[in-house]
């Protein structure tokens, strides 16, 4: 008598190794500054003991240990002397208005057009117009002249995750890794930026849709169910908007620009080379269409990342024909945004709550940041971006060969002194080495941030729904309220720029 075989279910495939610090300290934990630091608070302490002062040398310890603290025990992701100093800067900016904004349309003076008029660390971002792109017209470039960085920004339209089987969730999640992997064999650009949020859908589309195509005579009964629809439906119905961000350097555009006339129409020409090539890559990922925006389609973006209310009317405008030669980039910015409370933004009569997604040690399926863009309830709106840097190969290799190196050294330092390894330290000497082989094997590593946030009306508790969203993440992320800096972390999240990802602090895959 035989068992017949019974067919295994499908395991949903975990990534792991996703929360790597970049700059782990090599003594204890500490970085060389930190240490530093300790060994000059314990020198006074030492030379008391030496010369026998005990109780001169226990003041300094507990005065060191108090000072020692304050440098080095993180909270909330920050040492507190970090806090300390973000909320003086903070106190600085509230009292002297310079975090207090108000547009120059507000005043009366709109100015030019395609002047932009932005808040905060959007004011060092200009959207020159490049050249034409193939049939879609001319392409707004992205310029953040503070990190020196150009860039451009595509609406996608796809089908979604959520009815996919594991085996389709598989094989995307391995068409997005090779993606990156063709960013990293790239000169010209290496950050990919995805920014997923909702849209409260008022019916706008159908609404237009319904008045071309009514007939002359329809039925009452017919009307009157519509009507009744409309309301039902319409009031929570929730559309997604999904834009592409992609840029480079400007140290990595300027040879190629140089060759293609230098100026904005070289650095274009160097961009529009690499996103035919992008294109593709990202058609295989299901998406249906990949538009590159032109400066009044990414000001309308803008503007409705401020003002989520004022999409219907953009819409409207859009699909009967009324926008005219589109939404100016000088009034793509809020109209008024006071100074920032230390734990939200606010802005154009909403309020908005970020945070930082910081990704398990346990690991994380594919499509696990789902969750957090249901939304709860009618007129919330909720964004998930997502900032990627595919190092060079270089770059790559000095990282996993440091990355080796140091979990070679603590092992074998426990290891001389008789301690055991910890399950912790064999994960980490683990990975290592399964990143050093795949980095061998011609894969890239990659920097990536995740941001999410929350917005709604000013007049709503903006706290319950932030409790909300920390309650979506609860079990599968941890949310680190970016404090003290939450009107960055906005732009981060909720602005299509490409704008988000540190410069030296956050995660290696």
């Known amino acids: 008598m035989t068992t017949p075989a019974v067919a295994n279910p499908v395991v949903p495939r975990i990534y792991r190794g996703l929360n790597r610090r970049e700059r782990a300290g090599w003594i204890a934990g500490l970085t060389v500054g930190q240490a530093g630091a300790c060994l000059m608070l314990a020198a006074p302490v030492l030379m008391s003991i030496s010369a026998g002062r005990w109780r001169t040398g226990l003041g300094a310890a507990?005065?060191?240990g108090l000072v020692a603290a304050v440098l080095v025990v993180p909270v909330r992701g920050r040492p507190a002397v970090r806090w300390l100093t973000h909320l003086i800067l903070h106190r600085v900016g509230v009292a002297m208005g310079w975090s207090t904004w108000r547009s120059r349309a507000a005043a009366g003076n709109p100015g030019p057009d395609h002047l932009p008029d932005l808040p905060g660390s959007l004011a060092r971002v200009q959207f020159p117009d490049g050249p034409a792109f193939r049939t879609q017209g001319r392409i707004c470039l992205i310029h953040d002249t503070g990190e020196g960085r150009w860039g451009a920004t595509a609406r996608l339209t796809h089908t979604g995750v959520g009815m996919l089987s594991q085996a389709e969730c598989d094989r995307l999640a391995a068409r997005l890794g090779n993606l990156l992997l063709s960013v990293g064999h790239r000169d010209v650009v290496d950050r990919v930026s995805l920014l997923v949020r909702t849209v409260p859908d008022d019916g706008t589309e159908h609404q237009v849709w319904r008045a071309a195509h009514l007939a002359a005579a329809p039925p009452a009964l017919a009307v009157q169910a519509c009507a009744e629809l409309d309301a039902a439906i319409g009031s929570v119905a929730v559309r997604h908007e999904l834009f592409l961000s992609v840029s480079g350097t400007e140290t990595a555009l300027r040879r190629p620009a140089a060759a293609a006339g230098g100026g904005v129409t070289g650095r274009a020409h160097a961009l529009y080379r690499v996103l035919d090539g992008i294109e593709d890559a990202v058609k295989a990922l299901n998406v249906r269409t990949v538009?590159?925006?032109?400066?009044p389609q990414l000001a309308a973006a803008i503007r409705t990342g401020f003002n989520p209310g004022h999409a219907a009317a953009l819409e409207h405008a859009a699909l009967t024909g009324t926008a005219g030669g589109g939404w100016p980039m000088s009034l793509a910015g809020p109209v008024h945004a006071p100074s920032p409370p230390a734990r939200s933004y606010i802005h154009d009569g909403y309020t908005s709550v970020s945070y930082s997604v910081l990704m398990p040690e346990a690991g994380t399926v594919f499509g696990s940041l789902a969750p957090l863009l249901a939304v709860k309830t009618a007129g919330e709106r909720r964004c998930v971006a997502i900032h990627y840097e595919v190092l060079g190969a270089a770059g790559s290799s000095r990282a996993v060969r440091a990355n080796r190196f140091r979990s070679t050294v603590v092992t074998d330092y426990k290891a001389g002194k008789g301690f055991s390894t910890s399950a912790a330290d064999q994960r980490e000497a683990g990975g290592a080495r399964a990143q050093e082989h795949a980095v061998?094997?011609?894969?890239?590593?990659?920097?990536?941030?995740?941001?999410?946030a929350v917005t709604v009306p000013s007049n709503w508790n903006v706290e319950d729904h932030a409790v909300r969203l920390e309650n979506d993440a609860a079990g599968r992320f941890r949310l680190l309220r970016l404090e003290l800096a939450q009107d960055s972390a906005f732009v981060a999240a909720c602005l299509p720029l490409g704008i988000g990802?540190?410069?030296?602090?956050?995660s290696l895959r």
Request: proline share 4%; hydrophobic share 50%.
């Open 501 to 506: 990802l540190p410069r030296t602090s956050g």
């Open 291 to 295: 538009s590159w925006l032109s400066g």
């Open 62 to 64: 507990a005065a060191g």
């Open 440 to 452: 061998a094997a011609g894969h890239a590593m990659v920097r990536y941030a995740a941001v999410a």
